[in-house]
């Protein structure tokens, strides 16, 4: 039986969280010391996990401070259909190679924040290449066309003339099941994630076990200030990313979002959130200041202190005294694409417009070149000099 700590569970179920289904329940459980097995699934679509991923794994840190069982899918069968949620067109269909490759730092980036010797760490390759056509059939009948084609993404998609796969249809099935195998007692996820963990509770209905509690937590914005943070978007902060790159692209990040960075992806109390928000509401400080305390918790939060200060250092002379050394600047991953497309890779303007714009007038420069055509694809070979606008710099890094 686990200790019951009446603040960790108010704050478990009220920090970051949007949505609790059943909350009564959970809450119940959660003060009844019963042990219970929390799970979060993954697919492996890109290499890295970040700071968006990164607002549910420390929930999860949370369930594990009250001892309770994490159970980590790594969802290596389902990566291969792709989860539909939010998308306005199907996902690549990846290979079993591409897969491998990507789940490589999935466990070390989860172990960043969770004592990942202490974590159950399942693929769902387990039992979906394992079980045939009998155990797929039984699951088919768990859900409807009706009940799938209802989410708001398809309903989009479909009224655009766009195709809906069958595959897409089954994601949510074969992600529900994930929790029938795992005898899931709760599942986490984003907000995006809602319908997929709903459709969970259905399939083990289905297959006569208790329905799971639901937790969904907030999305992050990426650098871009707008759409939430992504690998395929070029918008976020890997939880690999060295403490002066990491430190560089959060100072880049919109004035605009710095209390909802401070909320989802620091520790820092809400109390004292809420006072920066008042002070930046009342322009009673500079947010410039207020980004750096950002930039330093976030990096001390992966890092360590030591590491942040140094990262802290290393901003001020490379930005503050402009003296700029390539090995101190946020890398920025570029390859074949438009000079459009790379500045709005760095988070810094919101749109192609906007991107467009700067560069015509003059604020874009590779090595101290500027360049004017937005078309125009520059040829990278690394470690080149991106400067944007008077005062963001990038060293290129190509794969």
Do not use: C
Request: net charge positive; charged share 30%; no cysteine.
């Amino acid at each position: 039986m686990t200790k019951v700590n009446e603040q960790k569970i108010e704050h478990l179920l009220t920090r970051n969280v949007e949505k609790v289904i059943e909350r009564g329940h959970l809450a119940a459980a959660l003060r009844s010391g019963k042990k219970l097995r929390v799970k979060l699934g993954i697919d492996p679509t890109s290499p890295d996990l970040h700071l968006g991923h990164a607002v549910v794994l420390w929930k999860l840190r949370e369930f594990q401070e009250l001892d309770h069982t994490i159970v980590l899918i790594i969802g290596d069968f389902t990566a291969q259909v792709g989860d539909p949620s939010g998308r306005s067109e199907a996902r690549k269909v990846l290979s079993k190679k591409e897969i491998a490759t990507n789940q490589k730092k999935y466990v070390a980036h989860a172990g960043t924040i969770l004592d990942i010797k202490k974590v159950e760490i399942r693929h769902n390759s387990e039992w979906f290449a394992t079980e045939g056509m009998e155990k797929l059939i039984q699951l088919a009948s768990a859900g409807s066309m009706q009940q799938v084609l209802r989410r708001a993404d398809f309903r989009k998609r479909l009224r655009a003339d766009q195709d809906v796969t069958l595959l897409e249809v089954m994601y949510p099935l074969l992600q529900g099941y994930d929790s029938v195998k795992v005898e899931a007692d709760v599942e986490l996820g984003g907000t995006d994630q809602l319908f997929n963990l709903l459709m969970g509770r259905r399939v083990q209905r289905h297959f006569g076990m208790g329905e799971q509690d639901i937790m969904t937590t907030s999305l992050l914005e990426g650098l871009d200030g707008v759409k939430k943070m992504s690998k395929s978007l070029g918008n976020y902060i890997s939880l690999d990313e060295k403490p002066a790159e990491m430190f560089g692209k959060i100072m880049s990040v919109p004035d605009s979002l710095i209390v909802r960075y401070f909320t989802l992806a620091t520790e820092v109390p809400e109390p004292e959130i809420k006072e920066f928000e008042r002070q930046l509401a009342n322009r009673k400080v500079n947010p410039k200041k207020v980004k750096e305390r950002l930039a330093s918790e976030i990096v001390k939060r992966y890092h360590g202190e030591k590491a942040a200060e140094k990262a802290a250092e290393k901003f001020t002379t490379l930005f503050s005294k402009k003296e700029i050394r390539g090995a101190d600047m946020p890398g920025l991953e570029v390859g074949e694409m438009s000079l459009v497309d790379v500045v709005l890779k760095t988070g810094i303007v919101r749109s192609k417009s906007e991107a467009r714009r700067l560069i015509a007038q003059g604020g874009v420069h590779i090595d101290g070149k500027s360049l004017k055509d937005p078309q125009a694809a520059p040829s990278f070979s690394g470690g080149e000099t991106i400067k944007i606008g008077k005062r963001h710099f990038f060293r290129a890094k190509v794969k």
